[in-house]
Nanobody, 123 residues
């Protein structure tokens, strides 16, 4: 049973940077593709970024390309999402998710989720 625990959220100002992290336990970490989703109040959960099990392939939502960077640290069993040039519209609860091997962008393709971490960007 996979367990995912996010950390690193907080309150920042527009233009600031923040890194959120996800520690994963209970499975073979190197077999999993990892992703970050976010959900703002009153909105559906949306895809932000993903990285495949090799770490060589990444995908991003168009609105975060060039600002966000996803990575994985296999020895630490951790995924990081580095967020730069943050905007008020990036405000949301950020969730880490995992699935076997390949990247995906749909919520329904992921069976393991963390509890989320709040990111708030003030203008």
């Amino acid at each position: 049973q996979l367990a995912l625990v996010e950390s690193g959220g907080g309150l920042v100002q527009a233009g600031d940077s923040l890194r959120v992290s996800c520690v994963i336990s209970g499975g073979s970490f190197t077999s999993y593709a990892l992703a970050w989703f976010r959900q703002a109040p009153g909105k559906e959960r949306e895809f932000v970024a993903a990285i495949d099990y090799t770490g060589r392939k990444t995908e991003y939502q168009e609105s975060v390309k060039g600002r966000f960077s996803i990575s994985r640290d296999n020895p630490k069993k951790t995924s990081n999402l580095q967020m730069n040039s943050l905007r008020p519209e990036d405000t949301a609860v950020y969730y880490c998710a995992a699935r076997l091997l390949s990247v995906a962008r749909d919520v329904k393709d992921f069976g393991a989720w963390g509890q989320g971490t709040q990111v708030t960007v003030s203008s």
